[in-house]
Nanobody
Framework: QVQLVESGGGLVQPGGSLNLSCAVSPSIVRSDTLSWYRQSPGNQREMVATMTPGRTPTTKYIDSAKGRFTISRDHDWKFVTLQMKDLEPEDTATYLC???????????WGQGTQVTVSS
């Protein structure tokens, strides 16, 4: 049973930065697909960034995140991070970590961490 726990959210001023972290237990498997989603009240959940499996993973971003957000995982295969810079009020949302098991296809979600961009 994979468990995901996000952290790192908070209140930041426009133009600021935040680093979100998703702790994965027991661990990330090379074949897993890792993603960050976000959801704000009244809006659908949207994929912000995703990292596809492989020896050299590829990454994809929603257009509004390109050049500002970076998804990565650590060398110990325990954490997925989302580095965010130049934050805008429109980035305000609950950010959730998702893992799709490459072995079973099962989709796992974390509980989310709140990001608020406001002056």
């Amino acid at each position: 049973q994979v468990q995901l726990v996000e952290s790192g959210g908070g209140l930041v001023q426009p133009g600021g930065s935040l680093n979100l972290s998703c702790a994965v237990s027991p661990s990330i498997v090379r074949s897993d697909t890792l993603s960050w989603y976000r959801q704000s009240p009244g809006n659908q959940r949207e994929m912000v960034a995703t990292m596809t499996p492989g020896r050299t993973p590829t990454t994809k971003y929603i257009d509004s995140a390109k050049g500002r957000f970076t998804i990565s995982r650590d060398h110990d295969w325990k954490f997925v991070t989302l580095q965010m810079k130049d934050l805008e009020p429109e980035d305000t949302a609950t950010y959730l970590c998702q893992l799709i098991s490459g072995l079973s296809g099962k989709i796992s979600w974390g509980q989310g961490t709140q990001v608020t961009v406001s002056s």
